[in-house]
Nanobody
Framework: QVKLVESGGGSVQTGGSLRLSCAASGDIHSTYCMGWFRQAPGKEREGVAAIYALIGSTYYASSVKGRFSVSRENSEPTWYLQMNNLTPDDTGMYYC??????????????????WGQGTQVTVSS
């Protein structure tokens, strides 16, 4: 069992930045795939980004590519989502999730075994 706890959400204006953190505890392996998802009000949850350290791969949704960056802390079981140049379309609840592996299907929710409780991101115009 892996427990995931997100933090770092908040309210910013358009063009601002936030860095989300996902702290993991339990049966942790640094080689896990860690994904970030978000859900806006009235919309389905969607994949934002993922990092699969075992093969040194990162994946991004086209809507965030070039603005968001996913990374992993080397010394601690913590993953990050750096979000720059935020727009109101980025508003939503952000979740981190763990999978044993990921590839081009990284944004498929059923691939992930453990989920955090989410952290709210609100971007105002």
């Amino acid at each position: 069992q892996v427990k995931l706890v997100e933090s770092g959400g908040g309210s910013v204006q358009t063009g601002g930045s936030l860095r989300l953190s996902c702290a993991a505890s339990g049966d942790i392996h640094s080689t896990y795939c860690m994904g970030w998802f978000r859900q806006a009000p009235g919309k389905e949850r969607e994949g934002v980004a993922a990092i699969y350290a075992l093969i040194g791969s990162t994946y991004y949704a086209s809507s965030v590519k070039g603005r968001f960056s996913v990374s992993r802390e080397n010394s601690e079981p913590t993953w990050y989502l750096q979000m720059n140049n935020l727009t109101p379309d980025d508003t939503g609840m952000y979740y981190c999730a763990r999978a044993n592996w990921c590839d081009l299907g990284w944004n498929v929710e059923s691939q992930y075994n453990d989920w955090g409780q989410g952290t709210q991101v609100t971007v105002s115009s």
